[in-house]
């Protein structure tokens, strides 16, 4: 499996655009399907955000909105993600997996450990 890693800020303030960058191993980057963003909020579930594939094509689940953006770089293997409009509901562990397509329903193969994000002020 490969190893993805999410970095980024720990706390951003109300209204900040939070940005997050998924770390992959430059050798793996084109040997999945997608890329995708999952985020997690205190007490609730799972929440599927979007996916990416190697030529920029992105999809994204309705509920965000046209406030999630994503962007893939093949040459330094990266996966950013950016949600605009925060909020203190936007407090989540973020977390970038490997998928076989860029829907919810696609088999997840790969996670990474995961990036607390707090929205305060």
């Known amino acids: ?3 993805l890693q999410e ?3 720990g706390l951003v303030k109300p209204s900040q655009t939070l940005s997050l960058k998924c770390s992959v191993p430059t050798d793996s980057i084109r040997d999945y399907g997608a890329w995708s963003w999952i985020r997690q909020p205190p007490g609730k579930g799972l929440e599927w955000m979007g996916a990416v594939v190697d030529d920029g094509t992105t ?3 309705p509920m965000f909105g046209s406030r999630t953006s994503m962007s893939i770089n093949m040459s330094s ?3 950013i993600l950016h949600l605009s409009g925060g909020t ?3 407090k989540a562990v973020y977390n970038c997996a490997t998928q076989s397509g860029m829907s919810k ?3 997840f193969s790969t996670w ?3 990036i607390l994000v707090t929205v305060s002020p």
């Open 1 to 3: 499996q490969v190893g």
């Open 7 to 9: 970095s980024g800020p």
């Open 59 to 61: 999809v994204f689940n």
């Open 77 to 79: 293997a990266d996966i």
């Open 88 to 90: 203190p509901e936007n």
């Open 105 to 107: 329903a696609d088999y």
């Open 112 to 114: 990474g450990q995961g």
